[in-house]
């Protein structure tokens, strides 16, 4: 068995349902100090939190990620106990398994295997590891972030382990997530009997025509990397569930996935032009979930896709898509900040699970993009 799966099974053994880490860290911080890491656990709420830092010089590269998992759903729906790693037909089952203990693992193991073998390397290596990514965030990264910014610590480079691949280990990877903003408008009318409209004043009829324009609207055009921003109903409440009532409001969830393009302000402004427009009386609340984040084409990514290519022969792909992570946090402090991990494929399911073939080689593209950035030094 390779350093890389064992390590891999005995964090998937771990049920660290969010926020629990139950003990995930303190096993990595285990293996890093013997390496010259210095290990900090930083705990806030019932989120823990693990700074580990090897050497002072620039530049820093840090690898980031979560060791909490979702739920598991229904046990009995598993084929084998979602916290007891099992191998079967050349794949490792288990929750985690994919997102995103194997990640945690093979960057240990690669730091492991490359500060052996150039132990006078330059620059400095750290780890950024939560227990809260797939719960509500709050006390988790953007803590340890926040931390590192008054300490006036500098990142230069940071790897999320998140699983980004596609079909193939390596044929895609994240330069970027787009932003997330919800907002609950309630549009407000008369309520009324039905059969006397003109005594009455319907939210949802005068609602209509804004939303109608809402939808139509193209924020923007996108840019080189990202899609043009999206608008999306996501709920609509309205009625006391008897049919002979107008109702008194409607209640609207929408949900900006925004790109670089446009900014929360701007989003927000142009709303609310359009529902003034249509002579709407309604109150809105918005709710900003993460801001976009994007890293152009630079040393990072060159030599992520050196190194992919290097080990699978696969050409990746940069990428935007898909939802939020942890990376809107990083990149506040952090120039340059990418997502590589395995295939996402079956993240959340029933039976989540890993091809044992992929373990090893990303364990090696960890360790190759190390010295493609901290062998040649590219800041000088």
Known sequence: MSKTLALTEELIALSSVTPEDKGCQQRLAELLQPLGFACETVQSGD???????????????????????????????????PFQPTRRDGKLYG?????MKTSIAAMVVA?????AAHPDHKGSIGFLITSDEEGPAVDGT?????????????????????????????DMIKNGRRGTMSGKLTVK??????????????????AVPALTELAATKWDAGNEYYLPTSWQISNIHGGTGASNIIPGEVVIDFNFRF???STVEGLQQRVRAILDGHGLEYALQWTVGGLPFLTARGALSEALAAAIESETGVVTELSTSGGTSDGRFIAQICPQVIEFGPPNGSIHKIDEHIDLRHIDPLKNIYRRTMENLLLQDPLQ
Request: charged residues 20%.
């Open 111 to 115: 730091v492991e295997e490359f500060t």
């Open 259 to 261: 790109s670089t393009a």
């Open 189 to 206: 009318g008369v309520q009324g009997h039905i059969a006397y409209p003109h005594m009455a004043r319907n939210p949802i009829h005068q």
């Open 95 to 99: 929750r985690g398994a994919a997102d």
């Open 47 to 81: 989120v823990t939190n693990l700074w580990a830092r090897r050497g002072n010089a620039r530049p820093l590269l840090v690898f980031a990620g979560h060791t909490d998992v979702v739920p598991t759903g229904p046990v009995d729906q598993w084929q084998s106990n």
């Open 142 to 170: 953007v803590v340890v972030c926040d931390m590192l910014k008054q300490r006036g610590e500098q990142l230069d480079y940071c790897i999320v382990g998140e699983p980004t691949s596609n079909d193939t280990l390596g």
